[in-house]
């Protein structure tokens, strides 16, 4: 099984305020993922390296970053680990209007058995008709369906209006999605952070992982990804 981890970090900043990726770390290594897709990170220092460098050096993983804007002399945006060796990485940005957050989409792909398993992580933006375009967008980049490969799009997808449409267009592209409630982490109400993935025979499930002490504002989701698994079109 490959387990897939996605999580707004909160700029690696707790409920207390203080920053620091070790919480972070914890929770990862209690969650055992082989893949993590990671939005709102800030690459400050810690312990004299880059604080996703830590957390990669510290858990096991490998780590490409997807930033899209400084905050002083930090990077900050996206971020996606893995224990196994990227075959490819692109950085694409994604639309916003003037006076917006710069956002993006990391999309690394990975050899995963005998064909390859691509992540594409995003965090979309705050005004809606940014994220009308930016949907379009990652629609476009992420393509059609390729035998042999698993597809993954994970984030922070910022739609919390009752009864919107909005996501109808990935929900359509693939073939199951988490929608378990994510924000905020102390009483979850809305289901902002989605794992969508194709295709759905190799998934058994998608979870929302409870915190134990306020690491972020956000609950991270948990998708695993088996052999034998549904043969239909599944919504959690």
């Not at 984030?155 to 009864?163: A, I, Q, R, V």
């Amino acid at each position: 099984m490959t387990r897939v981890v996605s999580w707004n970090l909160h700029g690696f900043v707790s409920a207390s305020g203080r920053f620091s990726p070790e919480p972070v770390l914890r929770v990862l290594e209690r969650l055992a993922p082989d893949v993590v897709a990671l939005q709102e990170v800030e690459d400050r220092e810690w312990q004299g390296i880059p604080a996703l460098d830590w957390l990669a050096n510290r858990g096991g993983w490998q780590a490409w970053a997807g930033p899209t804007l400084m905050r002083g002399d930090a990077r900050y945006g996206n971020a996606v680990m893995s224990r196994t060796p990227a075959i490819s990485l692109r950085r694409h940005a994604l639309t916003v209007a003037r006076g917006s957050e710069p956002r993006g989409l990391l999309d690394v792909e990975f050899p995963h058995g005998d064909g390859s398993l691509r992540v594409m992580a995003t965090h979309l933006g705050l005004r809606r008709g940014d994220r009308w375009r930016q949907v379009d967008e990652i629609l476009s980049i992420a393509g059609t369906a390729e035998p042999g490969r698993i597809d993954l799009l994970a984030g922070d997808f910022n739609e919390w209006l009752p009864g919107s449409r909005l996501l109808s267009p990935l929900e359509a592209a693939f073939e199951a999605c988490s929608t378990g409630r994510t924000f905020p982490a102390r009483w979850p109400l809305l289901a902002l952070d989605r794992i969508y993935m194709r295709p759905v025979r190799l998934l058994r499930g998608f979870q929302v992982e409870r915190l134990p002490g306020g690491e972020s504002d956000h609950l991270p989701v948990v998708g695993t990804l088996t052999v034998s698994a549904p043969q239909t079109k599944q919504v959690w």
